[in-house]
């Protein structure tokens, strides 16, 4: 049988630096547990703009459509920033969400014990702590139409659509109400249902899907209070669901909650494909972080628990999976921290190389 194929998609500015170290935990894998994979390595974002005229070639496209599992950096920076609206970075991982039908992008946030006193809230409210926010992937505002800056009167108009059927929200709920299922049973879904028509739909939705999971606990919340609880009181969460834009904002908020955004991984997944697998493409909630690039600054391990998020979810890895964040885990407990994660007196930061060795390492031991 072939080996499972990957397609990677470094991008832009730290992109790049992050994937070289899952670089080297995937070489771990093929060497030591026998779990090799075809990987094939291409451009998006800004270095498909240098290299095509456009962030995502046609022929990256359909390989990403073909492969088992899309792995993707970050895209974007400045040096984009005055292009046209149509080709900027950004719509080249828009693309790929869209045209590989990725609506349920799965988003942990998990406070790994070592790093309760990293982040900004108080270690107790953050201590332990283990979310799941399912944003909604396809739609929505991201995507809705008629969309446009146009003329009118003597002024010019921005215009963006919020737009949701019943059969998006349905899939990506149901996909949460899964996820639950699995976890601890509790599910918060985020809206606006007190100023959006789209909003009252979402939650009618949801609760029609939630009467085919009686064991799961549904509770409605709108986004903006569910924003608030998430830095005042995260731990009442256990999975919550949202749409494409408050999963956006919330999800970097939640990222905070674990000590740093170079932590958070993400998986975005698709309908099954003729294997079985979902379609899959997993990436780092970050971006392309222009502010450290080049320096060596980087924290990998978002990156790299994305691949975690990949044995798991598209090659039924799952022990393999949990040896990889038992890793990281181990790695940070041994006080191993990139610049991102300091605050304990002193600490020297290591390189985004070193965290990656170190990772490596960690993975050794665990034989
Ligand atoms: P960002 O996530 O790139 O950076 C926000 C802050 O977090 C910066 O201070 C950065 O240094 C820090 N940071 C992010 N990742 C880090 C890591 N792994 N290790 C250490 N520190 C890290 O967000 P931004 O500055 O708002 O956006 C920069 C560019 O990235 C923009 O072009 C934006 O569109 C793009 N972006 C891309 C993605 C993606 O590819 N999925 C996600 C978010 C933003
Ligand atoms: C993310 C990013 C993207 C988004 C951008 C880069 C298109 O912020 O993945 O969180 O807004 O979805
Ligand atoms: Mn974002």
Redesign the pocket.
Known sequence: MSNPSLLILPGDGIGPEVMAEVRKVITWFGDKRDLAFDVSEDLVGGAAYDAHGVPLHDDTMAKALEVDAVLLGA??GPKYDDLDFSVKP?RG??RLRKEMDLYSNLRPAQCFDALADFSSLKKDIVAGLDIMIVRELTSGV?FGEPRGIFEEGNERVGINTQRYTESEIERAARSAFELAMRRNKKLCSMEKANVMESGILWREVVTRVGADYPEVELSHMYADNGAMQLVRAPKQFDVIVTDNLFG?IL??CAAMLTGSLGMLPSASLGAPMDNGRPKAMY?P?H?SAPDITGQGKANPIACILSFAMALRYSFDQGAEADRLEAAVEQVLADGVRTADLLGEEGVTPVSTGEMGDCIVAALDASL
């Open positions: 895209v974007g950004e991982l828009l991201y956006d999800s970097d990436e909630v971006g």
